[in-house]
């Protein structure tokens, strides 16, 4: 058997906490819960709020807008799926309590925190991961 | 807040022990559990079949009743675990405490063991299915190419350096310095796995880097060994042959807003450049009454070199910030805060914060190879993430 095309690292989709967060990937929006009680932002998602103890299934779209909040160059190499170097992205997306999401860069990407980022929609199999990258401001930069 | 109750030095550390420290240890983690722990009795003077309870690490793969069937204990009336992971050794300790003073048990072992370089490694991401669900959270990290605690770490010290208006040079004399100081420590300790290895501020800066700005010698040493301690009320303690070292105070917190999972959820924490040894630092210093300044020892949870540098600061053995400006010297045998005496994680092994608590007790009865003079305040922290975990040892007045 020859399988030369390692398996990437997948997520569960169907999560009853979760789910909806790649369901709306697949649309290509950015979902976050939110508490139907107090609004709330509630990230990592779960039913149960921590600020005013509610439980709730709400989600609320959000721009695919964000600021970098840290990151990392990564040069060894783990999963044979993901190949070395690449960058992943730790965003702060807008408009929300804190929230942040994390992203992958193919190689050494050149980065400062604080600098704006945009959501895109990256199809891996039959699953949206939403990735994250520098917004440019130069006229080249329409996908 | 309801009052707590907490006596110090009510219980004491009465027996250490450990195994050899490979890569390769050719034994399954039951064999170095059992070994760790007899010889733990046998220096505390305790036969192995009095042992009443056991305590261990929510990660290990050697039960209680296993390790105590290994040691031929007549009978356990107790049995605990503490972690996550590496938040567990002092919490671990901590429940033998509270096992002791509440009469469930008289005799607690507690124990870490692993072959964490020749059998489970850390960091590898399974080859099948998909990640992630039952809250873990997991979907949210690896398929983002977030897969390792090295990579973690990388994105909390880059955070750490532009919170502080520090550049990544400035950042990296500091984890160089913490990486030192372990090192010429382990350069005295025959047990270390880098006893036989110096290392210069260029050989640091010359390591390969990992995931920046985390280079190899940022990294701790996945390591095969255990380590096991004896833990038995005070007042019994004083009528063993060997020198008991009280646990003046023992303490595990989280803070508010810990998040969940094993360590990845914690970069959605409000803050990634405090963690929740701050929230855990009154209590353990409260408990024991005692402050930072008088420490005269320390032995802390070094997985990463910055975990090790923002722990200094959340202690409050220097102010924020301040840290990346730490010497080796400041860290040594003399210097202001002697810092993992054994070599720590990042030098002597990786046991998973158990070694520290060992080192911690060799402090106090002037055994260690890097002694310090007179050390009677000594210690020893856990993790974080998610929790932390902290002890304060001493003498027996």
Redesign the interface.
């Known amino acids: 058997m020859t399988d030369a095309q390692p398996s990437p690292v997948l997520p569960v989709v169907d999560d009853v906490d979760t789910g909806e967060f790649f369901a709306a990937a697949a649309r290509g929006e950015i979902a976050v819960r939110v508490c139907s009680a107090c609004r709330a932002d509630v990230h990592l998602p779960r039913e149960n709020c921590p600020q005013c103890g509610a439980f709730s299934r709400e989600w609320r779209v959000v721009p695919p807008l964000g600021a970098l909040y840290s990151w990392t160059v990564v040069e060894h190499q783990v999963h044979p799926a993901t190949p070395v170097p690449y960058t992943v992205v730790l965003v702060e997306v807008d408009g929300t309590d804190g929230v942040r999401l994390v992203g992958r860069i193919d190689g050494r990407a050149e980065l400062e925190i604080g600098q704006r980022m945009e959501a895109w929609f990256e199809q891996v199999d039959d699953v949206t991961l939403p990735q994250w990258r520098p917004i440019r401001t130069d006229e080249e930069s329409t996908a | 807040m309801p009052d707590q109750t907490w006596t110090p030095g009510a219980c004491s550390i009465v027996g250490i022990g450990e195994t050899d420290f490979s890569k390769a240890s050719g034994r399954t983690p039951l064999t170095l559990a059992a070994q760790a722990a007899r010889a733990a009795l046998a220096d505390a003077g305790i036969a192995p079949r009095a042992v009443d309870g056991v305590v261990r690490c929510d990660m290990d793969l050697v039960s209680a009743p296993a390790l105590a069937d290994s040691l031929g204990a007549d009978d356990l009336t107790y049995w605990g675990e503490a972690g996550p992971g590496g938040s567990g050794p002092a919490a671990m300790v901590g429940q033998a405490v509270a096992a002791i003073n509440s009469g469930l048990a008289t005799t607690v072992v507690v124990f870490r063991s692993l072959n964490g370089r020749s059998g489970n490694r850390y ?3 399974g ?2 299915g ?6 873990n ?12 605690p ?2 973690f770490f ?3 010290a ?2 750490y350096a ?1 919170e502080h208006g520090l550049s990544i040079d400035e950042l990296s004399h500091g984890l160089g310095s913490i990486a030192m100081a372990g090192r010429a420590h382990a350069n005295n300790n025959p047990a270390a796995q880098f006893h036989q290895r110096t290392m210069s501020r260029e050989d640091y800066l010359a390591s ?7 280079r190899l010698f940022d990294y701790c040493l996945e390591t095969d060994g255990a380590a096991a301690v004896v833990v038995t009320s005070t007042q019994r303690a004083r009528d063993l042959a060997g020198v008991h070292v009280p646990v003046l105070s023992v303490a595990q917190g989280t803070g508010r ?1 810990v ?3 094993q360590m990845f ?1 914690a ?2 924490r ?1 803050s ?1 450049t405090t963690w929740p040894s701050a929230a855990t630092a009154p209590t353990v210093f409260g408990r024991a009454g005692v402050t930072a300044g008088d420490v005269d020892v320390a032995q802390i949870y070094d997985c990463f070199t910055i975990t090790a540098l923002i722990q200094l600061e959340d202690y409050g053995f220097m102010a924020p910030g301040r840290a990346a400006y730490v010497t080796p010297e400041d860290l040594s045998v003399g210097g202001r805060l002697p810092f993992n005496t054994s070599g720590g994680h990042l030098s002597e092994g990786y046991i998973h914060g158990m070694n520290h608590v060992v080192e911690g007790v060799r402090q106090v009865r002037g055994t260690s190879t890097n002694q310090v003079d007179g050390a009677e305040i000594s210690f020893v922290s856990s993790a974080p993430p998610p929790g932390a975990s902290a002890m304060i040892l001493g003498v027996d007045r």
């Open positions: 960091g590898l991401v080859e099948h998909a990640v992630g669900g039952d809250n959270y997991e979907e949210f990290f690896l398929p983002f190419g977030m897969q390792t090295g990579q990388a994105v909390v880059r955070r532009h390969r880097m990992l995931s920046s700005p985390l807003g998040q969940p999972g959820p970069l959605l409000k990634i």
